[in-house]
């Protein structure tokens, strides 16, 4: 099944939110930008595809605790 629009930007939000996290350096920032990832993930991620997910997002959503959520149902 191909992803609509809106499920292609929001694993993009999510990718790319994932992927600059581990670099991110202000504590406060990277705790913040992990809750808005969270929110993204519980929100979107049982819509999309597990398989769409680039290596860098799939390990840091894992690391976190949130890959589970991800493709779960039709969110």
Known sequence: MAE??????NRQAIEQ?????PFERDVACKAE???ML?????RHGRGIDP??????ARNELIRLGLWSRIGQGDG
Do not use: D
Request: proline residues 0%.
């Open 33 to 35: 930008l992990i809750e």
């Open 51 to 56: 398989l769409l997910f680039g290596f860098e």
């Open 17 to 21: 939110l994932a992927q600059h996290i």
């Open 38 to 42: 969270r929110g993204l993930v519980i």
């Open 4 to 9: 609509t629009q809106e499920q292609w930007y």
